[in-house]
């Protein structure tokens, strides 16, 4: 954790004698949970791990912190997170995961040991908590919940390395005022739980019972009654679900018609892990279709395969180096996060990224920029007029890839009620379109890094999840599956802390 709420034994209290007096607010009435540091609170500051934010606190709470304490909970922390949720430090010196100014490295409780390999032992963890949402306090019961925020996979990848239950939202089902951004269009908090039940209620609570004024995308997807999605779960949801699996490149090997390089696939004990997995949902009673491949991965035509479409980072896509990339993220952090700088008022240290960049090349002798800062410099080097054009056609491309010739193609295809990615897998091309994922812990699998570590060194396995992803407010549905694929399984182990 990067702080500890002041206030938290005085809000039980309150809580408490609220409970006493016959009035309970509902399922987190006096429920400790945690948010990641880059959602505002005004009792806590906000920092985004960044040393240009540290004492920052915020004039405004965000609109889901607002939501949690109407619904009872108690913000009990603010969590690690890497730095300006990991868009600070690319190539050539990329950041590592859950690494921050303000708060140092956070480590996975299920191997809680500094890296001892040369080049990595620089603090950072042996086994990686997942990058930006770190569900390490929750995976360790020092709460009961924490809210992650994802753009491209920082909800689902944690969940997945700390063996908690994720929800990635549908972009605008959760409103994002008051949220550190790096873009808006990506951009979606989302709740990191031991059980897809608390996962459910954590999402309604997060979750606006209307449209919130200042966030536009809060419209695109409407809630449950009572914002209640407990009435999801259903042990018998499995049965006769059409479940796709996309072999091509998420499962196997695939090389693209016309190319020579074979690309992604997993490892053995992540192949059986996930046959495991399958296995389960056929006994359920689930239609699993095999292959299920998504069109814009296996498509010959490699302008329309996004194997070939990256996301523009680090130095080496720097203005003149991202034709053959996206520039969503650069682009759209220079936009949002100036426009961010400007709803703080007097609070704000800055006015603008540059002088964020001026500030941490000022302060490098105090850790500011341990890892350097390219993402910022190819956000800041974005001309929001001339590069317009560029950002449209690329943002375009990305949701085409990812949603109308990806996702949602092989979905309509083959009818498919949620198409199965291995662990956090399919965080990348779900993203893009906004779309919505459950993930469920699942197994473990062994350590292998490259390079290995030392002789005598005992790494421990590393937890692997299994993620339902859908289209477009399909949350009530993927969590349907979710819950009824945790209740077969239980899988889930908690570590043991020494």
């Not at 703080?344 to 500030?359: C, H, N, V």
């Not at 974005?382 to 375009?396: G, V």
């Amino acid at each position: 954790m990067i702080a500890v709420s002041p206030t938290a034994l005085a809000e039980a209290d309150a809580l408490d004698r609220e409970r006493a007096a016959g009035h309970v607010r509902g399922p987190l009435h006096g429920i400790p949970v945690a948010l990641k540091d880059n959602i505002h609170t005004t009792n806590i500051a906000t920092t985004g791990g960044a040393l240009a934010f540290k004492g920052l606190v915020p004039p405004y709470e965000a609109t889901l912190t607002k939501n949690l304490k109407d619904a009872g909970a108690i913000i009990i922390a603010k969590t690690v997170m890497t730095e300006l949720a990991n868009w600070v430090a690319g190539g050539p010196t990329p950041m590592p995961g859950n690494y921050s100014a303000v708060g140092g490295y956070g480590m996975n409780p299920y191997d809680p040991r500094p890296d001892p390999r040369p080049g990595f032992n620089d603090g950072r963890a042996v086994m990686g908590t997942g990058g930006s949402s770190s569900g390490i306090g929750t995976a360790a019961s020092f709460w009961a919940a924490n809210v992650g925020t994802e753009t491209s996979g920082s909800v689902l990848s944690p969940a997945n390395q700390n063996m908690l239950v994720g929800i990635k939202p549908t972009v605008g089902r959760i409103s994002r005022y008051g949220v550190i951004p790096i873009t808006a269009d990506q951009d979606t908090p989302g709740p990191m739980t031991r059980t897809v039940e608390d996962a459910a209620i954590m999402l309604g609570a997060l979750e606006s019972p209307a449209p919130d004024p200042n966030d536009p995308a809060t419209r695109i997807c409407t809630p449950p009654a009572n914002r209640d999605y407990r009435p999801y779960l259903k042990r018998d949801a499995l049965k006769g679900a059409r479940i796709g699996i996309p072999r091509a490149f998420y499962f196997e090997p695939f090389t693209v018609p016309g190319t020579t390089m074979p690309r992604g696939g997993l490892s053995a004990a992540q192949t059986a892990l996930m046959a495991d997995a399958i296995a389960a949902l056929k006994k359920e009673g689930a239609v699993i279709v095999d292959p299920a491949n998504i069109p814009s991965v296996v498509t010959a035509d490699t302008l329309r395969n996004i194997l070939f479409w990256n996301t523009c980072s680090g130095a080496e896509n720097r203005k003149g180096h991202n034709a053959n990339c996206s520039i969503d993220f650069n682009y759209g952090m220079k936009r949002d996060f100036n426009a961010w700088l400007a709803s703080l008022g007097s609070a704000a240290p800055f006015r603008t990224l540059t002088e964020l960049r001026w500030f941490n090349i000022a302060n490098a002798g105090r850790g500011a920029m341990k890892y350097g800062q390219s993402q910022l410099d190819i956000s800041d080097e974005m001309d929001l007029i001339a590069d317009k054009a560029k950002y449209d056609a690329d943002r375009a491309k990305d949701v085409d890839l990812g949603g109308p010739h990806g996702i949602a193609q092989v979905m309509e295809a083959e009818r498919l009620d949620a198409v199965l990615f291995p662990g956090a897998n399919g965080a990348a091309i779900a993203a893009k379109p906004g779309y919505p994922t459950v993930i469920v812990p699942f197994g473990r699998v062994p350590s292998a890094p490259v390079p290995g570590f030392p002789p005598g060194f005992d790494a421990q396995a590393v937890p692997y999840g299994v993620s339902f992803t859908g289209t477009a407010c399909s949350e009530p549905r993927l969590i349907e599956l979710g819950y009824a694929f945790e209740q077969a399984t239980k899988r889930r182990v908690a570590p043991v802390l020494k």
